[in-house]
């Protein structure tokens, strides 16, 4: 018998670096499709990135640990996670990028 499914968890990230002009929000939104993440990436004003990710617990550790990494062109200072205890607004059916802030 399968076990039942995880509880859902939601983070917040918050990523500094060089983590934008790298391709990093369309490898995020990869990284989480492959993941099975639900939420959203979107770039801040001040250089950071900022994204929310929903999902199994296992899955969105493993997306925290890529993005403390990211892609090759990268170079991440820093992330800043926080738990949430819900996603605060309806999500999309996918992990989906979104515009700068």
Avoid: C, K
């Amino acid at each position: 018998m399968p076990p039942a499914s995880a509880p859902a968890v939601t983070r917040h990230l918050l990523v500094r670096g060089r983590v934008q002009g790298v391709y990093y929000r369309a490898s995020t939104v990869e990284a989480a499709t492959r993941l099975g993440v639900l939420g959203w990436v979107r770039n801040r004003r001040d250089g950071s990135v900022e994204a929310l990710a929903h999902g199994p617990a296992d899955a969105v550790e493993a997306l925290i640990a890529w993005a403390r990494q990211g892609p090759p062109a990268a170079q991440v200072s820093e992330v800043l996670v926080r738990e949430q205890a819900a996603p605060g607004e309806p999500l999309a059916a996918s992990f989906v990028q979104r515009e700068t802030v």
